[in-house]
């Protein structure tokens, strides 16, 4: 009998539409001691039906200078919690991304931790690269467009 392992088999992310709230913002990932920050970053959510859990999708973005392409990232799933002063809180740990048309297992997404409030959305997480051991911390603040 042939089995397969089917980590690849989970479902893509929602597709963002245009009526997914849009952010735009300063993304900065440590890497190799220095900072490297991006201008304009955008970040779009796309919340579950019941409200408990988005996705959020990282536009278009480079992680180092060095990387040749931009690209899209998403991390899905993110559990939501509605705060008493009506913020939604995030976070997560040990999410496998999705980027490039498929789960992209040689990072993982640790530590993520973040706020939407008043039309703004800050977070802060690690890309753990599982091939290289390590981690590289990254922040994001944006605004709703």
Do not use: H
């Amino acid at each position: 009998m042939l089995s397969l392992a089917c980590a690849s088999c989970q479902k893509p992310p929602t597709v963002v539409t245009e009526e997914s709230p849009a952010f735009s913002g300063r993304m900065k990932v440590d890497y190799d001691g220095e900072s490297f920050v991006q201008e304009g970053v955008s970040v779009k959510v796309d919340f579950s039906e019941d409200g408990k859990s988005m996705d959020m999708m990282l536009n278009k973005v480079k992680f180092v200078p060095a990387m040749p392409i931009r690209i899209d990232v998403t991390i899905m799933n993110v559990p939501l919690e509605e705060a008493a002063d009506g913020s939604v809180m995030f976070s997560a740990d040990g999410v496998v991304p999705w980027a490039m048309g498929g789960l992209y297992d040689t990072y993982s997404v640790d530590n993520l931790s973040g706020v939407l409030k008043d039309n703004t959305i800050s977070f802060s997480l690690e890309f753990f690269n599982t091939k290289k051991n390590e981690g590289y911390p990254t922040s994001y603040e944006g605004v709703k467009k």
